[in-house]
């Protein structure tokens, strides 16, 4: 087994040094001098030449990528042209309320999600089954950024119970009741992306319940809590783990829209002006930094395999 | 009994969806005529005014009649969401096939289309943007690049089962091309799937779009689209709640009607891969 995860690590290696050329690339894709697009209309000649000398664009590119690659490899992304401060900086500085947001949702989503999914399929062809499922498909429809506004709008202007926007650092006040401040945009965030893990966790369960293995359980008499829970659930949280990848990018792009709606001070608002303020390096960085989070996500969840599935632990 | 009211019930839901998209080609098409409005016009004495005999929907910050706009609105999301869909299908397809039918360019392309799908799509679609800059051309480019590649991964998967079927493998024996195989075999058998594809791409990338212009990064703030609309009137929604509520009903029926749709389209037109496509459908 733990060749099997050597050898899924090493695989990872070429995808990164892919996904590193595609992010540089990325910079070099736009007509004309990066550095004078960087700068604006406003920037005089020698901004314009300073910017090229600092950022290294009058070398051959392969030297470019090659110093900017092995700066990656040791943690230095590069400086921001707005804030005049190293990249990785600014993301760790944002990384606080994303992670929350991110991890608190992903929470959401499998707490609701997955007994939704579980209830759909024991009660396959219900009215609970096609509400949940009906419900599923609409809040897969809807757009996050009209359904935050919406809910912004109900919850905060409204009725008043919770903060429209905004976030404190928890890191730095330690007060956990600033949590609140995060209950709509995770909301917001977890209803969308939930849409995938009812529809797989109910999918699943149904291949599982018509196996035999379950029949047989049944006929010995086990009760159906227990034939559900250790016999069907069980057996289909592997497709489950599997969708949680896919959730993870979901999530990705939503934060984007959650932190614009909310004014919360993340990495997905920091990409939205970024690319408003063109400056390349924190887009370049940001991308790269997910990326490869999923990557490693991935690669966790192909980990996890291996311990849930016996079969393929031998194999 | 059962099953037959479930067919029916789905049939109907199905016939909802498609009755929603025609109205919106309708909107798209004869936009001029159904409009009240001149989408553009502005109106200071009429500001953030609610639904009336006048305004339908009511009116923006700038006075602008929302129902025209919506009208108008729906001839954006048709444009942009075709613009997706061709860009990602034929580029999809082109990408998909070939790695699958030539192994060696499989090996390379394929590698590439998963490096593509580790980057989140919507931030894919910020960076390209950054790149390319706003305008309608560049955000159905850029958020084509994620979709094209779902779309190679499914072609990918099916050319690599129809190639190993016996009839291709019997019209190699009578001495045909590849060329002759890939476009008289392969293509015709891989028509469902792509139609599906098509149909979940479309409900996909509206929302994509959407969120681009509700970013401020999409097509330039002026032109009415249903997301531009959201965004700008987002500020006054306590005043004139019409600005957030009508738009954002258009998205979500239409993206809805997408999906319902689609999730017929994939039981009927082709079952036998529809395992493989609720596999990779996001």
Redesign the interface.
């Known amino acids: 087994m733990l060749k099997y995860m050597c050898k899924r690590f090493l695989s990872m290696i070429?995808?990164f040094i892919?996904?590193a050329v595609?992010?540089f690339s990325?910079?070099h894709?736009?007509s004309g001098d990066p550095a004078a697009v960087m700068l604006g209309d406003s920037a005089t000649p020698e901004q314009i030449q300073a910017l090229r000398e600092a950022m290294g664009f009058e070398r051959p590119i392969h030297i470019q990528f090659a110093r900017w690659f092995t700066g990656i490899l040791q943690g230095d992304f590069g400086n921001s042209i707005f804030f005049h401060k190293p990249v990785l900086r600014i993301i760790v500085e944002r990384a606080e309320t994303s992670l929350f947001i991110a991890v608190l949702s992903m929470a959401l989503i499998v707490v609701v999600g997955v007994p939704i999914g579980v209830i759909s399929a024991i009660r396959y062809?219900s009215l609970a089954d096609q509400t949940f499922s009906g419900a599923a498909?609409?809040a897969?429809?809807?757009?996050?950024?009209?359904l935050g506004?919406?809910l912004m709008?109900i919850f905060a202007?409204v009725l008043g119970w919770l903060p429209s926007s905004g976030f404190p650092s928890i890191y730095e006040s330690g007060n956990l009741g600033d949590l609140k401040y995060l209950i709509l945009p995770c909301v917001t965030l977890a209803a969308p992306n939930s849409a995938?893990i009812i529809r797989l966790t109910r999918?699943s369960m149904l291949d599982v319940l018509r196996e035999g293995y379950v029949t047989t359980a049944r006929a010995k008499g086990l009760s159906e809590l227990n034939v559900t829970l250790k016999h069907v659930f069980r057996n289909s949280l592997i497709s489950v783990i599997s969708v949680i990848g896919?959730t993870f990018?979901?999530l990705?792009?939503?934060t984007?829209?959650t932190e614009?709606v909310f004014a919360l001070p993340g990495i997905g608002r920091l990409?939205?002006e970024?690319?408003?303020r063109?400056d390349?390096p924190v887009?370049?960085g940001?991308?790269l930094i997910?990326?490869v989070a999923?990557?490693v996500i991935n690669l966790l969840i192909d980990c996890c395999y291996t311990f849930l599935d016996p079969r393929i632990r031998i194999s | 009994m059962r099953d037959f009211f479930q067919a029916l019930v789905r049939r109907k839901i199905a016939l909802a969806g498609s009755g929603v998209l025609l109205v919106i080609l309708f909107l798209a098409i004869f936009a001029p005529v159904v409009a009240t409005h001149d989408p553009m016009g502005l109106n200071a004495v009429d500001r953030l005014q609610n639904p009336s005999a006048k305004h339908w929907f009511g009116t923006d910050h700038f006075g602008r009649d929302i129902y025209s706009r919506t009208v108008y609105g729906a001839r954006m999301t048709i444009i942009s969401g075709s613009g997706v869909v061709i860009y990602s299908i034929f580029f999809g397809i082109l990408i998909g096939l070939l790695s699958g039918y030539f192994r060696e360019f499989g090996l390379v392309a394929m590698r590439l289309v998963d490096v593509v799908m580790s980057f989140p799509p919507l931030l894919l679609a910020l960076a390209l943007i950054a790149i390319l800059g706003p305008g309608l051309l560049n955000v159905i480019l850029a958020v084509s690049a994620t979709y094209l590649t779902h779309t190679a991964r499914i072609i990918f998967g099916l050319t690599l089962k129809i190639k190993e079927e016996v009839y291709v493998e019997a019209v190699r024996s009578i001495g045909a091309n590849n060329r002759r195989i890939i476009l008289r075999h392969i293509l015709p058998n891989l028509v469902s799937p792509v139609i599906v594809q098509a149909t979940f791409t479309f409900a996909f990338s509206l929302l994509q779009i959407a969120s681009l212009d509700f970013l401020g990064v999409g097509v330039p703030p002026q032109v009415p689209s249903w997301g531009n609309m959201i965004s700008e009137g987002r500020i006054y929604i306590t005043r004139a709640p019409g600005v957030l509520l009508f738009p954002g009903i258009f998205i979500v029926l239409t993206v809805l009607a997408f999906n319902l749709v689609g999730d017929v389209l994939r039981d009927k037109l082709d079952p036998r891969f529809r395992e493989h496509l609720s596999e990779i459908k996001r």
């Open positions: 070429p995808t892919l996904a595609m992010v990325f910079m894709m736009m062809n498909m609409l897969a429809s809807v757009p996050t950024f009209w506004l919406n709008l202007v995938l999918a896919f990018v979901g990705a792009s939503g984007v829209i614009t990409v939205v970024s690319v408003l063109r390349y887009i370049q940001v991308i997910i990326a999923y990557m």
